[in-house]
């Protein structure tokens, strides 16, 4: 006897709704591959490009790191962290190609208290160096009061952009001109140098000839001051709310405890009281060990005494630090804070 034909519908359209569900995942896929591919491009080219990025691949990039979906300020963060297995003093060019893609993605994890990539990101602050003089960051610039032109005008942009809305943001980033978007994305360190490079005779900069190589080639020994990406991302807002550091803080003892065998539940019951105090100790010492990392750090964004000892008596009490621990880390707040 043959089925009726209605029978037979529900398992063709199963079998659609199957192919159009396989379909959507394989879509999916393809645009998660895309996108990681294109972060890793751009990583590698912010290292080692000797061009500059043209105006759509800082909209692309600008768009990918923007949204609810983390993955592009992760895997942002994932493949700068990853160069440090090459060198960690790198060439002018590239150490100003990481301020400004720095400066997008913090603004957005700030947007979005996306603080795993950030926490990243600001330990990558006190990691990646150029040698030579040291120029004053914007925000150095406006409290001399006089910033030249053409730094004031990136000034300008840079805060207009950090003060309005995410959506303006985005939109800046799609539909801006290509001078603008230069401005305020991409002329960060084309201006300062124009700013600041010494005038011949005429009026002119110097025209200076230097032999090709690879952007990020920053000999170790070359002499010269080191100068960190901190410096110039000191005015980023997401420094400036504990919300940040408190959740960055957990991460980081998290990250450290788990690099060592981590003590479960039914671990803890059957161990010796000798080894249960051995095991508190090191969960003690890797708090103090964060929480001096953490309180230079603050002090280093240029965060005030205050916020910094109100951050460490809290975090202190929660990780079991001893008096002696406690003071020590007051008394380095406190010699910090007056130099």
């Known amino acids: 006897m043959e089925a009726p034909a209605h029978m037979g519908a529900p398992a ?12 959507t995942h394989s879509g999916e896929d393809s645009d998660r591959v895309e996108r990681r591919h294109f972060m890793k491009a751009y990583v590698e080219k912010v290292f080692h490009g000797k061009e500059d990025f ?10 990918l790191c923007s949204g609810e979906n983390g993955e592009g300020r992760e895997w942002f963060a994932k493949y700068v962290s990853a160069q ?17 893609s720095f400066a997008v993605v913090l603004f957005e994890c700030y947007q979005m208290d996306d603080y795993s990539p950030a926490k990243n990101l600001m330990t990558m602050c006190f990691t990646y160096y150029y ?3 040291s120029q004053p960051s914007p925000s150095e610039l406006l409290d001399r009061g006089s ?51 010494p005038k011949t005779e005429d ?17 170790e020994e070359k002499r010269g001051e080191k100068v960190y990406l901190y410096i110039h991302l000191k005015q980023q807002p ?9 959740a960055a803080f957990f991460d980081a003892v998290d990250c450290e405890r788990k690099k060592r065998s981590p003590t479960t539940r039914e671990k803890w019951c059957h161990m010796t009281q ?15 060990g964060q929480l001096g990392t953490f309180t230079h750090n603050m002090l280093a964004f240029g965060l005030s005494k205050k916020l910094c000892n109100d951050f460490l008596k809290k975090q202190a009490v929660i990780g079991s630090l001893n008096e002696e621990q406690y003071k020590l880390l007051s008394d380095h707040i406190e010699k910090m804070a007056s130099e």
């Open 12 to 23: 063709h359209m199963g079998g659609l709704r199957r192919s159009s569900s396989s379909s």
């Open 238 to 246: 997401i420094w400036h709310t504990l919300r940040f550091w408190n």
């Open 131 to 133: 040698s030579g003089k």
């Open 84 to 100: 440090r297995c090459h060198s960690k003093c790198v060439s002018e060019a590239t150490f100003y190609r990481l301020v400004q």
């Open 274 to 288: 000798e080894e249960r105090d051995d095991s508190s100790k090191m969960d003690e010492n890797i708090a103090f």
């Open 54 to 63: 043209d105006q759509e691949e800082k909209a692309r990039f600008g768009e």
């Open 203 to 219: 009026g002119e900069s110097p025209v200076e000839t230097k032999p090709a190589a690879p952007e990020s080639e920053a000999p």
């Open 147 to 197: 910033p030249p032109a053409a730094v004031d005008s990136y000034i300008n942009k840079a805060n207009s952009w950090l003060s309005v809305k995410k959506d303006a943001a985005e939109r800046l980033l799609k539909s801006s001109s290509k001078n603008d978007v230069k401005g305020f994305f991409g002329g960060l360190e084309n201006k300062l140098r124009s700013s600041m490079a």
